[in-house]
């Protein structure tokens, strides 16, 4: 079956495991695995935008990373900014405005920096948003919109009875984003792990066991062919 350019999702997210299993299947350090992987994410991101799908999240680090060895930690954050370092000439060569999403705030204040000044500098682009989920937890995303909603509501600025899922969703790390219609997961894992738990309420969730790594844009095209074989009814009935 071949993919049908018409029916492209509007969002992908992914959750892009198995970079550590992927190294030590070959003898080889963890850290080969995540330089391998941002490769992949390079590959995969180019054949978003080359599709036209407008949204694309990649899960790169969550709340939970931070339990990874020091090394790797640091590993991971060298990769980032040597990501943005370099592609931020290609986000503005293809339209691609760049997204942190996640409390950021935690990470170096280098690297802090570098995120807001690719995300400023790419804020016009229009083709393609992609999102870099980064220190991103979904139980902690809720937990920081019910504060910030709190907060409004003590001060007066909101009724409790005009908190609606749409002003719920404002207070998200993601207000401008759609929510995701497709969550693809690589590595064999069954699980969501904590990752877009408000947004992923619709989403066709399709796992792979390819380890990132080897996710290829042929894997990309079958997860895609198979989102196209679902019927979305969104709780409805379709005769």
């Known amino acids: 079956m071949e993919l049908d350019l018409k029916k492209l999702p509007t969002h992908v997210a992914i959750i892009m495991d198995g970079n550590g299993r992927w190294a030590k299947s070959r003898g080889l ?12 994410a390079r590959n995969i991101i180019d054949k978003t935008c080359e599709l036209g799908i407008p949204y694309l999240t990649l899960f790169a680090f969550s709340k939970e990373n931070w339990q990874r060895p020091e090394h790797e930690i640091q590993v991971l954050f060298m990769l980032l900014e040597d990501y943005l370092n370099k592609e931020l000439p290609e986000m503005q060569k293809k339209g ?21 000044e690719v995300e400023e500098k790419t804020k016009n682009n229009k083709n393609m948003t992609l999102c870099l989920a980064l220190n991103y937890g979904g139980k902690q995303d809720i ?7 709190a907060e409004k509501v003590k001060s007066g600025e909101l009724s409790p009875e005009n908190i609606s899922e749409e002003v719920f969703k404002k207070y998200l790390h993601t207000p401008d984003i759609p929510d995701p219609d497709l969550l693809i997961r690589t590595s064999g894992e ?10 992923l309420a ?27 074989q679902r019927e979305r009814r969104f709780g409805k009935v379709n005769d």
């Open 29 to 40: 350090p963890r850290v080969y695995g995540h330089k391998k992987g941002a490769e992949v």
């Open 96 to 116: 691609i405005r760049f997204r942190g999403v996640g409390d950021i705030e935690e990470f170096p204040e280098r690297l802090v920096k570098k995120i807001k």
């Open 143 to 149: 937990l920081r919109a019910v504060r910030l909603i």
């Open 190 to 199: 069954l699980r969501i792990s904590n990752f877009y738990l408000f947004q």
């Open 202 to 228: 619709y989403t066709e969730l399709y796992f792979t066991p390819v380890f990132w790594p080897d996710f290829n844009e042929e894997e990309y095209i079958k997860a895609l062919i198979s989102y196209q």
